[in-house]
């Protein structure tokens, strides 16, 4: 009598080999894409509100290119927002990078900040999409502090006599400066005689200096340009105007007790030459007389 031999289980067991194999083929010929995107670089760093800042991003894992086209979007959203005309999507084929220039992609984007951005960390978002249909969002942060600062500039005096205005300028920002320049530019309401342009100095936050310039004219709305250097060693400008009239700074009882006072003192000084001569003239006669 012939044994019958049982094939069910071997069929079964080449199946699940045959299978196996066929998956591990299949993995080992096909590369994920998985994009992933990093924030390498911030200029200024912390950026300041209203302010231009560069933001500059590095894309790696897209050197295969199961990827096909990569589109890398920056949100044009709070805090950030993008001049009119200016593209905020930068599109690759994927593949490239990697036979031309390295194994990631470097894009860079020019950006403003929000006037009302707040001071610290502010959350900005991403959009990758690639393959297709697949798409990748990131979050980064970015460094934003308000560095700007603001001034008071009014005439605290005029003098009459030599001409000269002094202007007093107060740090009212938050932040402390450097390098403080006032100029005077050509203007139509006042005429500067000398120099128009002061050096400061230094001013911390509340602060406040004084700064001279000898001017002739009849006064009015006057123009000027504070200059300053942040904490960041980022030169800044601002635009002023003051008022000027220079019929505040006349008839005061303050110079009028100067004037008292030095007329006093050239009177005092007569006095006291007048009577040294007649005294001289005194001892003189005296010693004739004594011969």
């Known amino acids: 009598m012939k044994k019958r031999v049982n094939l069910i ?13 066929g998956i591990s083929g299949i993995s080992a010929d ?3 894409c998985s994009p992933i995107v990093q924030l390498i670089n911030q200029d200024p760093y912390p950026a300041s509100p209203g302010e231009y800042v560069k933001l500059v991003f590095q894309i790696e894992e897209v050197t295969d290119s199961i990827c096909e086209t990569v589109n890398f979007e920056l949100k ?29 992609a470097t894009i860079p984007f020019k950006v403003r900040v929000h006037e009302d951005a707040v001071n610290g960390d502010n959350q900005i978002e991403t959009l990758i999409s690639y393959g297709g249909n697949n798409k990748i969002i990131n979050n980064f942060s970015i460094s934003i502090e308000d560095l700007r600062s603001d001034f008071e500039v009014y005439v ?25 320049t006032i100029t005077l530019p050509p203007q ?3 005429l500067v005689k000398g120099p128009n342009k002061n050096i400061a100095g230094d001013l911390d936050s509340n602060e406040y200096t004084a700064a001279d310039f000898e001017v002739s004219g009849a ?43 030095l007329t006093y003192i050239i009177i005092s000084v007569v006095v ?20």
């Open 76 to 104: 044009n959203e709070y805090p950030i927002s993008f001049d009119p005309g200016t593209n905020n999507i930068y599109s690759f084929e994927s593949g490239f990078f990697q036979r031309n220039y390295g194994e990631f």
């Open 30 to 32: 096909i590369t994920p």
């Open 9 to 21: 289980p071997v069929f079964a067991f080449l199946s699940i080999f045959l299978t196996l194999a």
């Open 272 to 291: 006291l030459i007048i009577l040294f001569l007649i005294y001289k003239k005194y001892k003189r006669n005296k010693h004739k007389r004594l011969y």
């Open 156 to 180: 605290k005096n005029y003098n009459i006599q030599t001409n000269i205005i002094t202007l007093e300028i107060l740090n009212t920002g938050k932040s402390d400066t450097k390098a403080v």
């Open 219 to 261: 006064g009015g709305i006057v123009q000027l340009k504070v200059d300053y250097t942040d904490e960041i060693d980022v030169r800044r400008s601002l635009n002023k105007t003051i008022e000027f009239d220079p019929n505040y700074f006349t008839g005061r009882k303050a110079d009028e007790s100067k004037v008292s006072s």
């Open 188 to 190: 139509d309401n006042i």
